[in-house]
């Protein structure tokens, strides 16, 4: 059971576990799947938001351009396999991305050792395959 | 290289949206640690190991992978990465061995010797490399490839300057070139927060934009919450004196936004293909021409602007007892704000004996508390002393400022509500300070943290209004003053749409604001729409979020989980003291509409309290004790009825619509909160509102 008491203007309510097991009533929905202010990296219209805070400073450092360049080729690519026709904004980008080690880092040690950076692709890959675990749990409650 | 971006990508993406807590560590926040999504990175921190899958990497995902082939879309991105990061590395250093057998190979060789062991191999070539070729890209004429310059420093930013100066000679008319460009299509005036989210947007929607930042201080854009948080907290000294700090993902942080190499020097920046961002250090903009658009500065210097955001934010207030007072006084107070007075407080707490903070608002409860840990493994005395009740008086209901104060004692501090200074002099080596109540405090140092005093000095030469209710610029929904005039941050008074005309002294503010008038200025043509937060940790136990108008003299509503067995006998103890323990039992067993239970103190075995998962019992027993005594001594704490404010909700009404929330000790929860203020519906019962926060959701 919950209690409650007031302070002036202040009401303070207790509430245990068992209160809070039915479902609110009261008029408003949360959806988190539509919550438009933010929209992510991909804009309702399919465009790419380069304003995304999760792209951190990659679209506005000093390599933002190439980065525009490299990216929005890929997500616009309708080759086999996809970007397979982007390589020379690739090329661009980490040209551009070199000459700033600072801060686009390969990862702590600025090692170019083969061995590091297979290291690295591994680790991302790994994430990666996290997401798309997530993403296809997500993409199922979205569809149901 | 995409797996230069993709690690980059990847690292940034999961510092923002994964978060853990640790006891033992001050809770980090988002905000912080990633500066454009304060909340997204304090979205998992109650969760070790909770890894929150970035949205941008599941957008890219869902984007990639229109329904199959996900492995294979992996093994292009990876095999494009190795394939362009082993090309990358045949090409840089190709061009090493190009230059080395040129005709300045002399040069080229000195230069390499003088490379200090520290500095990487690797980011010598390659920071030879931008040499030859933006030369060869900005500067046509040019028919030598240019000399070489000696890297000296390890510091990157001497080295990228060194880099920077070794360009010029091919610049055409660089000599002619003043230090200072005469125009800049973006100009921004203010080098903080507000400021770096304007430049971030400008350059995400304008990618080859020009952008000129003006600014006082002598520093490049840094964060001002580690200032009074994080930096206090942190176990390495060596890392705290180059003002960084690690993150709770072992990340090393600094307080800039961006390391030096990132800003191209401003007499280089119209030579700039793809634009970029120059800082201006030390110089002051006196006042605007908003009809012939153009800024001058202190040192008469004019700059004409396309567009320019005023982002000035404010300075520290005094109160007028310190500002008559003698000069041996004024030497020994610190009027917190930047990154000079953090430094100045760092040495001074480290030998004082006894350190007054005058404030008991967000920033003088957190220095504080940070203090007060100092204070721990020191003779170190910390005092704060403010006019109010409690801590966080005009932000918090009075029970719970009331117990934040309790909080806040028990990190090891002296509190004294509803005092202030009455007289200051200086005797003897000391601060003597005497106060309303009578008492004098013999003191080193003085921090006065009294809020803000907004920056709108060139509102009058300027033609631009200033608020006489809030402070600062007067602005409209899109932030703009006038024609190509926008203002954002703690120095603009602006109209949202939603809750109306205010201005907001928040970090989470700075940056919505900044980015915003960043995204305006390139035509975005967008209202204030996304509600900022803000947080505060009152030391390691108790964190909360905040959004919207929360101001104590709005009635309140709240809605706490209630307590169980997580009151154990160390949390009410460090609550007010042993002999309220008692007042406890006795209140629980009368209430009428609980006459079974006692659950204020009893542990219930069942069930796992929140309580144990995450502190350490030994060490704050201590603590308790020591508040124990003072508060027998002191005889200041109301005696608060003993609930148990662990977690729950505060909605702040204004004609009986919610205006404002505050999270207690909840996380992940923000969204609902914005859109329940997005919303601004009048609710009919505010308990069933709460049960949207799912309140007792880490519980069993």
């Not at chain 2, 009074?228 to 060596?238: A, C």
């Not at chain 2, 009152?538 to 989980?561: K, M, N, Q, R």
């Not at chain 2, 662990?646 to 919610?658: A, E, Q, W």
């Amino acid at each position: 059971m919950s209690y409650c008491r007031e302070q002036g203007k202040d009401k303070i309510i207790f509430v245990t576990k068992e209160d809070h097991e039915s479902p609110s009533t009261a008029d408003i929905t949360y959806n988190p799947e539509e919550d438009d202010d933010s929209p992510g990296l991909i804009l309702p219209n399919g465009e790419i938001n380069w304003q995304c805070p999760c792209l951190g400073g990659m679209a506005s450092g000093p390599c933002g351009e190439p980065f525009k360049e490299a990216f929005s080729c890929f997500h616009y690519s309708q080759a086999e396999p996809k970007g397979s026709d982007c390589i020379e904004e690739f090329r661009s980008m980490q040209e551009c991305m070199s000459k700033y080690p600072e801060l686009y880092p390969f990862d702590k040690d600025e090692d170019n050792d083969k061995e590091e950076q297979t290291k690295t692709t591994t680790t991302v890959e790994q994430k990666t395959s996290e997401e798309v675990a997530v993403t296809k749990e997500s993409t199922a409650t979205r569809a149901s | 290289m995409f797996r230069v971006a993709g690690s980059v990508t990847a690292s940034r993406l999961s510092a923002v949206c994964c978060r853990t807590v640790t006891a033992k560590q001050f809770q980090v926040h988002g905000a912080s640690l990633h500066v454009l999504s304060s909340e997204t990175s304090r979205k998992s921190r109650n969760g070790p190991a909770h890894h929150r899958i970035p949205p941008s990497w599941q957008s890219v995902r869902t984007m990639a992978s229109a329904g199959d082939s996900q492995a294979k879309i992996n093994y292009i991105f990876y095999g494009l990465a190795v394939l362009f990061g082993g090309g990358g590395i045949i090409y840089w250093w190709s061009r090493k061995y190009m230059r080395e057998t040129s005709k300045d190979g002399n040069k080229t060789k000195k230069s390499t010797a003088a490379v200090p062991a520290e500095s990487k191999e690797a980011t010598e070539p390659v920071s030879e490399k931008p040499t030859s070729e933006t030369t060869k890209s900005e500067a046509p004429p040019a028919e030598l490839p240019p000399t070489e310059t000696p890297a000296e420093a390890a510091a990157p930013d001497a080295e990228s300057k060194k880099l920077l100066d070794a360009m010029p000679q091919s610049y055409p008319d660089y000599e002619v070139m003043p230090d200072i460009p005469g125009h800049a299509k973006y100009l921004l005036i203010g080098g903080g927060t507000a400021s770096f989210a304007a430049f971030r947007a400008i350059r995400a929607s304008d990618a080859k934009a020009q952008v000129l930042v003006v600014t006082e201080e002598e520093e490049l854009p840094y964060m001002r919450p580690p200032l009074s948080k994080e930096l206090w907290y942190s176990d390495e000294p060596k890392l705290v004196e180059k003002l960084k700090f690690k993150q709770w993902n072992g990340k090393e942080r600094s307080v800039y936004y961006n390391p030096p190499s990132f800003y191209v020097e401003p007499k280089e920046l119209a030579y700039q293909e793809n634009g970029g961002v120059a800082v201006v250090k030390g110089r002051k903009v006196m006042k605007l021409d908003p009809q012939k658009q153009v800024a001058v500065l202190d040192n008469g210097w004019e700059i004409f602007y396309d567009k320019v955001l005023i982002a000035t934010g404010g300075r520290p207030r005094n109160i007028p007892v310190f500002e008559r007072a003698s000069q041996e006084v004024k030497d020994r107070v610190t009027l917190f704000r930047g990154i000079k007075d953090f430094k100045r407080l760092d040495e001074v707490s480290r030998n004082a004996s006894t350190i007054v903070v005058v404030g008991g608002g967000f920033l003088g409860s957190e220095l504080t508390c940070a203090l007060g840990k100092r204070s721990r493994d020191s003779s170190l005395k910390v005092i704060q002393m403010f006019p109010e009740p409690g801590n966080m008086g005009k932000v918090l209901p009075e029970y719970l400022s009331q117990w934040t104060t309790a909080k806040v004692r028990g990190e090891g501090a002296t509190v004294k509500p509803e005092t202030f200074v009455k007289r200051a002099r200086f005797s003897d080596g000391k601060v003597i300070l005497k106060l309303n109540t009578g008492e004098e405090i013999s003191t080193d140092h003085v921090v006065v943290a009294v809020g803000l005093e907004p920056n709108t000095e060139l509102a009058k030469e300027s033609g631009l209004e200033v608020d006489d209710t809030y402070g600062g610029f007067r602005v409209n929904a899109e932030l703009e003053a006038r024609s190509d005039i926008w203002v954002a941050g703690d120095a603009s008074s602006f109209y949202d749409i939603k809750l109306g005309r205010r201005r907001v002294e928040h970090h989470d503010h700075a940056v919505v604001s900044g980015r915003l008038a960043g995204e305006n200025m390139t035509g975005a043509r967008k209202p204030y729409w996304h509600q900022s937060m803000f947080w505060s940790d009152l030391g390691p136990d108790v964190g909360y979020e905040a959004i919207g108008i929360v101001d104590s003299s709005l009635p309140t509503v709240a809605v706490f989980a209630k307590a169980t067995e997580k009151d154990t006998p160390k949390a009410v103890v460090e609550e007010t003291g042993e002999s309220l323990r008692s007042v406890t039992e006795t209140e629980a067993i009368k209430d009428p509409s609980d006459p079974a239970s006692a659950t204020g103190v009893e542990p219930s075995a069942s069930e796992k309290t929140e309580s144990a998962t995450d502190e350490e019992p030994a060490p704050d027993v201590e603590a308790a004790a020591k508040l124990v005594a003072e508060v027998e001594t002191e005889n200041r704490v109301a005696p608060t009825p003993k609930e148990d404010y662990g977690k729950g909700v505060i909605f702040y009404l204004r004609d009986d619509i919610i205006v404002g929330i505050v999270l207690w000790n909840l996380f992940n929860r923000m969204p609902i909160a914005r859109k329940i203020i997005k919303e601004g519906k009048q609710h009919q019962d505010l308990a069933e509102v709460a049960k949207l926060f799912d309140l007792h959701a880490d519980e069993d």
